[in-house]
Nanobody
Framework: QVQLVESGGGLVQAGDSLRLSCAAS????????MGWFRQAPGKDREFVAA????????GYADSVKGRFTISRDNAKNTVYLQMNSLKPEDTAVYYC?????????????????WGKGTLVTVSS
């Protein structure tokens, strides 16, 4: 069992930066591909970014490529999402996710554990 707790969300202006963190419980953190999804009001949950077990490979949605960076610290059981040049369309609840697979492009169907989410609001 893995529990995921996100933090770092908030209200920012367009162009600002935020860093989200996701702390995982348990001793098997490094066994999972870790990722971030987001869900805007009235929309489906969508993939944002993922990182391989070792941290050597990453994958991003086209909408965030070049602006967001995912990283992980296996010693701290934590995954991060650095979000730069934020846009109003980035407004959503951001969810941390753990996948038992190997791919760094995730779908909601291959997630074993979810966090409860943290709200990011970007004003124009």
């Amino acid at each position: 069992q893995v529990q995921l707790v996100e933090s770092g969300g908030g209200l920012v202006q367009a162009g600002d930066s935020l860093r989200l963190s996701c702390a995982a419980s348990g001793r098997t953190f490094s066994s999972y591909v870790m990722g971030w999804f987001r869900q805007a009001p009235g929309k489906d949950r969508e993939f944002v970014a993922a990182i391989s077990r070792s941290g050597s490979s990453t994958g991003y949605a086209d909408s965030v490529k070049g602006r967001f960076t995912i990283s992980r610290d296996n010693a701290k059981n934590t995954v991060y999402l650095q979000m730069n040049s934020l846009k109003p369309e980035d407004t959503a609840v951001y969810y941390c996710a753990a996948s038992p697979g190997v791919k760094v492009v995730l779908t909601t169907g291959n997630i074993a554990y979810w966090g409860k989410g943290t709200l990011v609001t970007v004003s124009s």
